[in-house]
DNA sequence: CTTTCATATGAATATTTGTTCATATGTTCA
DNA sequence: TGAACATATGAACAAATATTCATATGAAAG
């Protein structure tokens, strides 16, 4: 009935990624479209080193997806799922 | 297009709390009925403080409500949106 | 091949966060 | 009033996290 310990932690993981503004500006810019790395550094108002390091949290919790065009590589969302998820939090802290 | 900073803020707060794996077992646990601390704390495994700690958070941030029975205070979850927004991340993890 | 540009990575640091321990508050019952 | 019980709170500590700085990697152009 209730989910096993392991699924809790994931479970927690998954939401973690949610819980911290910057990641959460970068999802919502990247719901806009696609943008690479110095966009969103500019964007967000971070060094690119920091956005680096969020990207990569994010793409490890396969949020987001990238594709290399030169010396150039853009971000996007990896499924509208996500965009659904922000959706929900923004209905309910909307009360 | 983009929400205002602050409320970027209030939305990474919101997620944040989802984001510890003993406040979603709390609230997993919680989903099924109302429990008291003592309750809460045996099933999670933690002590009675830690627990109450997590409640604190949980009330503020809306996500539980309380009702004090003599000596002891009962816990439940605020409002279905909770069960939702708990099971939408349940399926994606499951994917 | 070397320079330049965009991105990634590692170490260091500061801040936040979760838990425990000790104790306070509040309620019931003798 | 005082003892016993349930919960709440504050201080302290340990662990996790976000950012910066410095530097490495990788790609394109001269």
Partial sequence: MIPEDETL???AEFY????DSTRIKMLCLL?????CVQELSDMVGLQQSAIS???RILKQMALVVNRREGKTVYYS???DHIAGIIDMGL?????
Same sequence: chains 1, 2.
């Fill in 9 to 11: 932690v994931r479970l």
């Fill in 16 to 19: 973690k990624v949610f819980g």
């Fill in 31 to 35: 719901r806009r479209g696609e943008l």
């Fill in 53 to 55: 390091h969020q990207l």
């Fill in 77 to 79: 969302l990896a499924d």
């Fill in 91 to 95: 209905e309910h802290i909307n009360e």
